[in-house]
């Protein structure tokens, strides 16, 4: 029977997006870069010790078992930093990482399913000298073992699914409430522009209003002085006129 264990292409696929990374968003991309460095070493050691866990038995295999879990509880440990840089990535680049940080968290889960089976696989060789003539027992309760790994898997994705669709949520919550209060400053700003115009018409006004009343009180009095004149020579002409 052919071991499931073989090298997944998670290995490639780090390294060639760590080649096609971007330079330009500074420290974060240099972070996620560096992640992803340590998640492409540590999951190829991980790939390469499950597939020597069903060969092996007793002490040995415990000890290696235990050693490919510490290294798993690493590598989500390392998507969970990844997550954290990504949310801090511009939202317009935020996609392509996304879509990258998705591909290493099914690249994670494909470890576990293997790494499971791992745990309840033996080889041919270990299989006849551990169980002998119980080897189909053995095939059969390990069947059963796996059918209950699958179901547990696949709560485990929904609820993955669940936990990704409320982050998800939250940064959508985030963005509205960013721009809601980017809008509320604008209105501010225009009602100050309001309230400032609204004084400067007040002021304006009032100069106009006192202009006017100097130019109607211009014209009565040169109405005055005028009337003034007219009379003076009309009074002239007369007592010239009443002298003769």
Not at 94 to 113: D, F, G, I, P, T
Not at 134 to 146: C, F, G, K, M
């Amino acid at each position: 029977m052919p071991s499931p264990f073989g090298v997944p292409d998670h290995v490639k696929t780090c390294l060639k997006f760590s080649q096609r990374l971007p330079r330009s968003y500074g420290k974060m991309s240099s972070d996620f870069e560096t992640y992803e460095q340590d998640f492409g070493t540590i999951t190829a050691e991980v790939t390469n010790k499950i597939g020597k866990i069903p060969k092996l038995s007793g002490e040995e295999k415990t000890q290696l078992v235990l050693n490919v879990d510490k290294q798993l509880e690493e590598v989500r440990e390392l998507l969970e930093q990844m997550d954290l840089e990504v949310r801090e990535i511009p939202i317009q680049s935020r996609a392509m990482y996304n879509s990258r940080l998705k591909s290493y968290k099914q690249e994670v889960e494909k470890l576990e399913k293997d790494f499971k089976r791992s745990r309840i696989a033996y080889s041919d060789e270990v299989r006849n000298e551990l169980l002998g003539d119980d080897a189909i027992s053995s095939e059969s309760q390990r069947a059963h073992l796996l059918d209950n790994t699958e179901r547990l898997e696949r709560s485990s994705r929904r609820l993955e699914a669940g936990y990704q669709i409320a982050v998800e949520t939250e940064q959508v919550g985030q963005e509205i409430l960013a721009n809601l209060h980017t809008d509320r400053e604008k209105i501010q700003r225009a009602r100050e522009r309001l309230r400032e115009t609204d004084a400067n018409l007040g002021k304006s006004s009032r100069i106009l209003t006192g202009m006017l009343r100097r130019i109607i009180q211009n014209r009565i009095l040169v109405f005055v002085l005028g009337g003034i004149i007219l009379l003076t020579i009309i009074l002239a002409i007369y007592l010239n006129l009443r002298s003769h």
